[in-house]
């Protein structure tokens, strides 16, 4: 029997914006004219073009203690700090295998990671689209206990930030865009170990009705444009709640990580990292559509060519990177053994090309990366003479999508997929 594929994550995200606009949609705990004001809020801040986004962060839930942004050592020869966040050097890499270790996988964080108690943890189900349609005060609770006896699942999969490369709109482009300022190190493959967010739906009693699920955080409010968002939630349709989406209590063998959603969160293969909802607590599951800040008016394409209400973000762009740093120092005459790495959202990466200055030429793949999230390559490059060189690497994926030479610009910033120019001296 063949099987439906999921919805894609542009064209949910297309529906949901245009009900929401009509009226047809419904967030709780949201106000529309205030997420109206968020969004007059929000041009003027792409119009100024600053380097981050203007936030506060509101007190923490009753029993969450919020504690530092981030919890995890930041060594600096392995993530570089960006505000609350932390972005994977690319040469902490070399070396390291095909999934990213936790002491250097990158921390998106919109406020701070929240310290949560596991036994008092408690995943909280309620909405329309269970049977009886609990509230949110009386949901259907499962304990990490409960999670951990349900038959268990473990995959690769890929998590990237939407905004990752945005600093090359601004250095390659002179386009800036303003939130944080990320490399290319928002971006890791983890293999990930927890329940099926299916299973625990049917469990709880799901019901032919539902359309939307919706996870939601338990990291403390997220205040911009001096409004109250509440917390970072993003609805999911249920198709794609019941084919891939994971609830995750571990990472590459070891229970989840603070910084990475402990207890539990959720993975969402494919789809921007905002999707995969960290520290879950509250999910919705409702028989109407839902909407929050963040598909309407966060994680939207904004700008020249962009519909009114924002372009939905597609599937995530196309991207490769060097395991090298920046501005490294080569010797002249001497061969090297370039190493990278190259992905998309859209599927596996088919071949990648590499540009040392004298055109572009094939990269060898390391084949037992073939299918997955993101493909290893290396290239052997002879530095002619001493100077400055500049390397690049472009990719092309299953689909036949290419990364383009320039990125399409957006006010916020999102889905670079531009070939970067990457800076070599040899000496």
Same mark, same amino acid.
């Given at each position: 029997?063949?099987?439906?594929?999921?919805?894609?994550?542009?064209?949910?995200?297309? %529906?949901?914006?245009?009900?929401?606009? /009509?009226?047809?949609?419904?967030? !709780?705990?949201?106000?529309?004219?205030?997420?109206?004001?968020?969004?007059?809020?929000? /041009?003027?801040?792409?119009?100024?073009?600053?380097?981050?986004?203007?936030?506060?962060?509101?007190?923490?839930?009753?029993?969450?203690?919020?504690?530092?942004?981030?919890?995890?050592?930041?060594?600096?020869?392995?993530?570089?700090?960006?505000? +609350?966040? $932390?972005? @994977?050097?690319?040469?902490?890499?070399?070396?390291?295998?095909?999934?990213?270790?936790?002491?250097? *996988?990158?921390?998106?964080?919109?406020?701070? #990671?929240?310290?949560?108690?596991?036994?008092?943890?408690?995943?909280?189900? *309620?909405? #329309?689209?269970?049977?009886?349609?609990?509230?949110?005060?009386?949901?259907?609770?499962?304990?990490?206990?409960?999670?951990?006896?349900?038959?268990?699942?473990?995959?690769?999969?890929?998590?990237?930030?939407?905004?990752?490369?945005?600093?090359?709109?601004?250095? &390659? &482009?002179?386009?800036?865009?303003?939130?944080?300022?990320?490399?290319?190190?928002?971006?890791?493959?983890?293999?990930?170990?927890?329940?099926?967010?299916?299973?625990?739906?049917?469990?709880?009693?799901?019901?032919?009705?539902?359309?939307?699920? @919706?996870?939601?955080?338990?990291?403390?409010?997220?205040?911009?444009?001096?409004?109250?968002?509440?917390?970072?939630?993003?609805?999911?349709?249920?198709?794609?709640?019941?084919?891939?989406?994971?609830?995750?209590?571990?990472?590459?063998?070891?229970?989840?990580?603070?910084?990475?959603?402990?207890?539990?969160?959720?993975?969402?293969?494919?789809?921007?990292?905002?999707?995969?909802?960290?520290?879950?607590?509250?999910?919705?599951?409702?028989?109407?559509?839902?909407?929050?800040?963040?598909? +309407? &008016? *966060?994680?939207? @394409?904004?700008?020249?060519?962009?519909?009114?209400?924002?372009? @939905?973000?597609?599937?995530?762009?196309?991207?490769?990177?060097?395991?090298?740093?920046?501005?490294?120092?080569? #010797?002249?005459?001497?061969?090297?053994?370039?190493?990278? %790495?190259?992905?998309?959202?859209?599927?596996?990466?088919?071949?990648?090309?590499?540009? #040392?200055?004298?055109?572009?030429?094939? !990269?060898?793949?390391? $084949?037992?990366?073939?299918?997955?999230?993101?493909?290893?390559?290396?290239?052997?490059?002879?530095?002619?003479?001493?100077?400055?060189?500049?390397?690049?690497?472009? !990719?092309?994926?299953?689909?036949?999508?290419? &990364?383009?030479?320039?990125?399409?610009?957006?006010?916020?910033?999102?889905?670079?997929?531009?070939?970067?120019?990457?800076?070599?001296?040899?000496?």
């Amino acid at each position: 029997m063949s099987r439906t594929p999921p919805p894609q994550e542009a064209g949910h995200d297309a %529906r949901r914006s245009r009900q929401w606009l /009509a009226g047809e949609a419904h967030g !709780a705990g949201v106000d529309r004219d205030g997420l109206l004001e968020v969004g007059a809020a929000m /041009a003027a801040l792409t119009a100024a073009a600053a380097e981050r986004e203007p936030v506060a962060v509101a007190a923490a839930p009753v029993g969450v203690d919020p504690g530092t942004p981030i919890r995890k050592p930041l060594r600096p020869d392995l993530l570089r700090p960006l505000d +609350t966040n $932390a972005e @994977m050097r690319w040469t902490a890499l070399a070396g390291q295998g095909y999934v990213v270790p936790n002491d250097r *996988f990158f921390v998106r964080n919109h406020t701070v #990671t929240p310290r949560l108690d596991p036994d008092a943890w408690r995943l909280r189900l *309620f909405g #329309t689209g269970l049977r009886g349609a609990p509230t949110r005060d009386t949901p259907v609770e499962f304990g990490l206990d409960d999670l951990r006896r349900l038959p268990a699942e473990e995959s690769a999969a890929l998590l990237e930030c939407a905004g990752n490369g945005r600093r090359f709109f601004a250095d &390659q &482009q002179d386009e800036p865009a303003p939130g944080v300022a990320w490399d290319l190190g928002g971006v890791g493959v983890a293999r990930w170990r927890g329940v099926r967010l299916g299973t625990v739906l049917r469990l709880a009693g799901l019901t032919g009705d539902a359309v939307d699920v @919706m996870p939601e955080g338990l990291d403390p409010d997220y205040v911009t444009g001096g409004i109250n968002l509440g917390r970072v939630r993003r609805p999911l349709p249920i198709a794609k709640a019941l084919d891939d989406v994971l609830l995750a209590y571990e990472m590459n063998g070891e229970p989840l990580p603070a910084d990475h959603g402990f207890p539990v969160r959720v993975v969402v293969p494919g789809w921007i990292g905002i999707s995969s909802i960290k520290w879950v607590g509250p999910v919705e599951v409702s028989a109407t559509p839902l909407f929050s800040p963040w598909n +309407t &008016q *966060f994680y939207r @394409m904004f700008g020249p060519g962009q519909p009114a209400g924002g372009g @939905m973000l597609a599937t995530q762009s196309i991207k490769s990177a060097f395991e090298l740093a920046w501005d490294a120092r080569v #010797t002249a005459g001497e061969e090297v053994l370039l190493r990278g %790495r190259s992905w998309s959202g859209a599927g596996p990466i088919d071949r990648v090309e590499v540009d #040392t200055g004298d055109g572009w030429r094939p !990269a060898d793949l390391v $084949a037992a990366d073939r299918g997955g999230p993101w493909q290893r390559w290396t290239v052997r490059w002879r530095p002619p003479a001493p100077g400055r060189w500049i390397l690049r690497a472009r !990719a092309t994926d299953v689909t036949g999508a290419v &990364q383009p030479d320039r990125a399409a610009p957006n006010d916020l910033g999102y889905l670079f997929d531009g070939v970067v120019r990457h800076p070599v001296t040899a000496g």
